[in-house]
């Protein structure tokens, strides 16, 4: 079954540098969701798209910004990169609806040097 | 106010054990879900189980029951018979207003750790 594709896997920028994440949801899926996950941290929710507006926005510093195409799949562009911004990236898919469980990418892991 | 509380940074169990990971929930919506899941040191987040605010049975799938105390604002999260491949981080999540685009809060996670 296909599942939530994120790219790419890892990622080494260095600070100032911008770096755009993709995310490919499950098909069908209307709702995809963006966390950030320090080191020894829980996921943090950044922010979520539904059938392509925006849904929800978390702690999504000003320097990032996302969008959801028309394909459905999302980027996360990220500028002015910190060292502090060195995370692991989950994008997470599902469809809206009760009973319905999250399911996540492999993330994406960058590191700024 | 922590929306998740998981109690227990680290947990040790040996083979074929069964062992408990504690979750404590703090809501005021009628309609919610909560959800384990699970990060090995590769990184991903596999998602577990689920249990719905109105259920009212709970939850099991495989090895893996959930222990929902409502009253208690708990969802336990049984491993039985622990296998090897269990080490991981564990994550307690829940989402408020569960039929709708609402995100997941978690929990800090509990690291389990099996021994032969």
């Known amino acids: 079954a296909a599942g939530v594709i994120q790219s790419p896997r890892h990622l080494i920028k260095e600070k100032r540098e911008t770096a755009t994440l993709k995310c490919y949801p499950i098909p069908r899926h209307d709702t995809v969701y963006w966390y950030q996950q320090g080191p020894g941290q829980d996921p943090q929710f950044l922010i979520s798209f539904y059938e392509k507006m925006q849904s929800d926005k978390g702690s999504i510093p000003d320097r990032f910004s996302a969008q959801q195409f028309s394909d459905y799949h999302s980027e996360l562009n990220m500028s002015s990169l910190e060292l502090g911004d060195s995370a692991l990236y989950f994008c997470?898919?599902?469809?809206?609806?009760?009973?319905?469980?999250?399911?996540f990418g492999q993330g994406t892991r960058l590191t700024v040097v | 106010a922590q929306k998740i509380t998981q109690t227990q940074p680290g947990m040790f169990v040996q083979e074929k054990e069964a062992v408990t990971l504690d979750c404590t929930y703090d809501?005021?919506?009628?309609?919610?879900?909560l959800f384990w899941y699970k990060q090995p040191s590769s990184g991903e987040m596999i998602f577990l189980i689920y249990q719905g605010s109105y259920d009212e049975q709970n939850a099991t799938e495989g090895r893996y029951s959930l222990n929902f105390q409502k009253a208690r604002k708990s969802a336990n999260l049984v491993i039985s018979a622990s296998q090897l491949g269990d080490s991981a981080m564990y994550f307690c999540a829940m989402r408020e207003a569960d039929s709708g685009y609402s995100t997941l809060t978690f929990g800090k996670g509990t690291m389990l750790l099996v021994s032969p």
């Open positions: 997470a898919s599902r469809v809206v609806g009760p009973n319905t469980e999250a399911f």
């Open positions: 809501t005021s919506d009628q309609s919610y879900g």
